[in-house]
């Protein structure tokens, strides 16, 4: 019974937070009103250790579980978030390369 209580609560919260909360929180959408990808990740990650960590103390209190796949999920969070910053950093070089260029061609 609790692990169907548990597994449902955090379908719906989930549920619910792509159908509300991006529409309340507009910073959490693009310029085309699509979820951005890093927030919605953090979200639906965070919806499940939440899920794990209650799983986890209503079997007992062990918590090796829960940091396995805390960390198991940094580590998937990194891989996202990492390539990203290098695409980031790599186009606002490039940027600033093009409008040093532009500089230079008017003088």
Not at 26 to 54: D, K, M, W
Request: glycine share 10%.
């Amino acid at each position: 019974m609790t692990e169907t209580l548990i597994l449902t609560t955090v379908g719906l919260v989930i549920a619910v937070g792509h159908v509300f909360t991006w529409k309340i929180i507009p910073a959490l959408t693009n310029e085309r009103g699509e979820l951005r990808r890093i927030p919605s990740y953090t979200f639906g990650v965070s919806c499940i250790l939440g899920g794990v960590a209650v799983w986890c103390y209503a079997d007992g209190g062990d918590f090796t579980w829960f940091w396995r796949v805390t960390a198991l999920a940094v580590a998937a969070g990194l891989g996202a978030v990492v390539p990203r910053i290098w695409e980031w950093v790599a186009e606002k070089q490039a940027r600033d390369q093009d409008r040093e260029d532009r500089r230079g061609q008017a003088n």
